[in-house]
């Protein structure tokens, strides 16, 4: 089994920064492309930007500049930091990794829960 835990969002005002991670912890053989998503009410889940193994890096035009996406292998993990955030990104933001397990070196498509990102104006 494999298991996502995301950490950080909350409330914050715009213009403030905010950081977000995404633990994966379970029979993990290893991890390739890893990224962020969000969905706002209303709206269709996007994606933020994303991370390779070999740390190429792509961005969402709306976030390119103010968002930082970066990979931690040793502890499974994917980060977002987001500085100067405006109230157009508020949304819950997913975290999604494609993993290959360790028990069976099948790769599957993970999402995390989601987390609350609220920029006030």
């Known amino acids: 089994q494999v298991q996502l835990v995301e950490s950080g969002g909350g409330l914050v005002q715009a213009g403030e920064s905010l950081s977000v991670s995404c633990r994966a912890s379970?029979?993990?053989?290893?991890?390739?492309?890893m990224g962020w998503y969000r969905q706002a009410p209303g709206k269709q889940r996007e994606l933020v930007a994303g991370?390779?193994?070999?740390?190429?890096?792509n961005y969402a035009d709306s976030v390119k500049g103010r968002f930082t996406i970066s990979r931690d292998n040793a502890k499974n993990m994917v980060s977002l930091q987001m500085n100067s955030l405006k109230p157009e990104d508020t949304a819950v933001y997913y975290c999604?990794?494609?993993?290959?397990?360790?028990?069976?070196?099948?790769?599957?498509?993970?999402w995390g829960k989601g987390t609350l990102v609220t920029v006030s104006s």
């Open positions: 999604n990794l494609k993993i290959v397990r360790l028990v069976d070196m099948v790769r599957g498509d993970y």
């Open positions: 991370i390779t193994t070999g740390g190429s890096t």
């Open positions: 379970g029979s993990i053989f290893t991890i390739h492309d």
